[in-house]
């Protein structure tokens, strides 16, 4: 055995222990049904029918995610959700193991290993099905093996670089935000690679070859998957150009960028949010440690302190800084949340090194280090502490929205929604549970995309969408007004200020969580037996979500916007109700208000 295994094996059990207890912890308290935290319920979707989600298409999560969803226990959701928390338990496993590679110490591993644990966003985003949970894994995973190769003599490390090649290779073919840890991972084992490699071209086409060799076979999965035509195919991929076109993110202005549009606040707004974010999540006294651990790297190992830097730097702050990611509502700061979780793996590890700091400082002395023992056991505590509300166990409000947002409407109906959550809890009920039966839905502001356009036009061949190609959200009127004589059709409200033109030529009325349109000069007969019939059973709790007793994420949280829908829902109800002269109905829907939302809509 290597000194590096020899030293490896002292921690390896104790990091085993670890990510055992934190993957019992986060399985007990996983969503156990549809969350829309997220794209989590679209990613659902796509593991169930192994289908392709948005761009860049994920393939290596929706692979994995296709295999747990097979797994017979328990909700088909809560097995996808179950990767999150393999996921991150793995990456607290592999946080310990690079802290103990540059620190020597199971004391400081095992706290960085706890710190990242049991962060308070580390830990909400393992109870939902993300992507960023694999990407912390591989981040994690590829800091433990470079801070190992740098240690090892180079006759030593060109097996472990062939590792380290096929893991960023598997990295940047999930999650292109790996790129944000690359510059900090190159510094680590640019040298060993130098020193390992030199002028034999042999050894260097070999670590080409590795690095290639996984991001060719998750694009040849990407193509697989989109060739059994599932109900969700991002891009409809079918030949090189389409995939060009996925994985460049070609819908989202192309050339990788996430986010290639003007900034709605500026980039030290974002910087101070995630500031907030990681204070809330780490604490005070982590993120102190985590500064002190990255000076004293700095000092007495430069490489491994730039590293540590570089990574924190870019993967927070800088990351921030550069994407135009809402945070001004509560909703808008909880997704921007999901992706704090990388920049939690160095920041960690940097933690695990100001614990080693903290103990050489100690002594020996055996007063001191019962003291330090207290205060460590105090810090546990307060991280418990911080986290304890983090549980989605009982959470079904996304399944509740889903279910209330659809099986109510009419059959043979046209649904119009907008927004990733609705429409991703549409397409989980349509594509996987199987319950939309002849109702046709769409999110009318994705017909501008040709693929899609193409997609529903195959799919809905009876379905007349009066225009051929380019802008469709503001043209929503003209599909309502194409297809209003021949199905119901039901839109989300807030398509009326997206299209200010379904107000002018359309009547409607509330109808569950949407609104049913009507043409000018309705019957009113029917116009008001639809809108009872709602009324009342809204009125009366009869449907999943009204008046039940939901809990919501922990916050901040997108969960709001569900709550808002149904409030909405409800002034909507009983405004109308109200003016139709139904007084004690409308006195039944007022009660399970809580707060003054938006109206829309009139008689």
Known sequence: MTMGGHRASRIA????????????????????????????????????????????????????????????IYSLPWRVHLTSALFHAGAVAATALATFAITKSRIAALAAGFALGIARSFFL?????????????????????????????????????LGFAFGAGLAFAHHLMFALAAPALAILVVRPMLASSGTDARRWLELLAAFALPFLLSLALIVLSAARSPELSWGDVHDVQSLWHLVTRGDYGGLFSPVRRASVEPGLVRVNALAGLLVASLGAVTLLGAAIGVFDRLVHSPVAGASLLLAIAFSGPVFAWANAIDTSSEEALAYFERFTTMCHVPLAIAFGVGVACARTAVGTHQSSRATAALLLLG?????????????????????????????????????????DGPSD?????????????????????????????????????????????????????????SELGRRPVLVAAELFDKDPDLSRRFERSPSGLLLRIWPPHPRERDRRAAFLASARAMAMGDCEGCRAPLSSAPHPSQDVEIGRAYEAAYLNHARTASLLGEVELAGLLKAPMRETGETIGDW
């Open 13 to 72: 059990p104790f990091a085993a222990v670890l990510a055992a207890f934190f993957f019992v912890l986060y399985a007990w308290r996983l969503a156990p049904d549809l969350s829309l935290l997220g794209d989590s319920a679209e990613l659902v979707t796509a593991s169930a029918l192994w289908g392709v989600p948005h761009a860049p298409g994920y393939p290596v999560f929706t692979l994995v995610g296709h295999l747990f969803a097979s797994i017979p």
């Open 125 to 161: 985003g393992s109870l939902y099905a993300e992507v960023f949970a694999l990407n912390d894994l591989f981040t994690a995973c590829l800091f433990a093996l470079a801070f190992q190769i740098r240690q090892r003599a180079a006759s030593q490390a060109h097996h472990a670089l």
């Open 379 to 419: 810090w546990c505590v307060l991280g418990v502490r911080r986290a304890g509300d983090v549980d989605l166990h009982d959470n079904r409000r996304g399944l509740a929205f889903a279910h209330d947002l659809l099986l109510s409407t009419p059959d043979r109906s046209l649904v119009l929604l907008t927004g």
């Open 425 to 481: 809890a549409a397409l989980y009920v349509c594509a996987v549970e199987r319950r939309c039966g002849d109702r046709i839905v769409l999110s009318p502001g994705t017909l501008s995309m040709p693929w899609k356009m193409a997609q529903v036009r195959k799919r809905y061949p009876d379905l007349h969408i009066p225009w051929a190609s380019g802008p469709a959200l503001r043209r929503t009127a003209d599909l309502v007004a």
